[in-house]
């Protein structure tokens, strides 16, 4: 393979977004980082990109435990793809900092606005963002497969203020959100939860999930539940949402398990 691309996905939105680059690409490894977080990674790549969505304005934990592993590669060119429902915020330009400190350089990064769960889009409004998703993975693939370089945007000092002090928030909280995920008498024991979980922190009790505390924040237990069984806080709050262009055999396979 000449290309490799590595994503995390919760939705499936970002899964979505990488299998659609690896196919325009062309000879492109697609790997999970839920998978290739506890491995040795090395190999030489004409492009190496990673793909995730945005938490909080910020990276998912788990992209960068990943990236301050990235060490053994031979990459002409490095990229990432940010995707997201709301405010882009500071991700980009954290994740061209996280490379800087590897002592890498951060060739590229995009953004793709994709349907949030936190925001509540009708389909006619969803249809809209996923073409002007395909029209975006169009324009990003030209610029990787001429490996141009492009100026990661930055926020100004307030903002990268303002920024910094929510992302840390969540980081400070984010261990101890799963304790306000609980399940109701809909839960029929399948065991979905726990092996979709990208951070195996979700173990089966007497056929009920329990949560360890080790929460990704992805959403991906509540997401893909098929029963509509658990729930976050006293009501879930969130839209359950799942991209359609990706299935539960997908996403399971993308797990850990």
Known sequence: MDNVIYYFSGTGNSLKVAKDMAEKLGSTELISISKAINQEMYGAFETAGIVF???????????????????SFKVAYYYAVATHGGNLGGALEQ??????KRGMK???GFAVHMPSIYITFNEEEQNKLF??????????????????AQVI?????????????????????????????WVNEKCNQCGICAKICPAENIELKDGRPIWKHNCSHC???????????????????????????????????SSRN
């Open 53 to 71: 969505p945005v938490h909080s304005k910020g990276v998912p934990m788990m992209v960068v435990k990943f990236i301050k592993k990235l060490k």
């Open 95 to 100: 994740t061209s900092k996280l490379f800087e």
């Open 153 to 181: 945007e930055k926020n100004g000092f307030l903002n990268n203020l303002w920024i910094g002090i929510q992302y840390k928030m969540f980081l400070w909280l984010i261990y101890k959100r799963d304790k306000s995920f």
């Open 219 to 253: 959403y991906a237990c509540l997401q893909w539940c098929p029963m509509q069984a658990l729930q976050y806080g006293k009501t879930t709050g969130l839209k359950r949402y799942t991209n359609p262009f990706i299935s539960l055999k997908e996403m399971l396979q």
């Open 106 to 108: 951060l060739a590229a």
């Open 131 to 148: 073409q002007a998703c395909d029209q975006r993975v169009d324009r990003i693939i030209q610029t990787i497969k001429n490996k141009k």
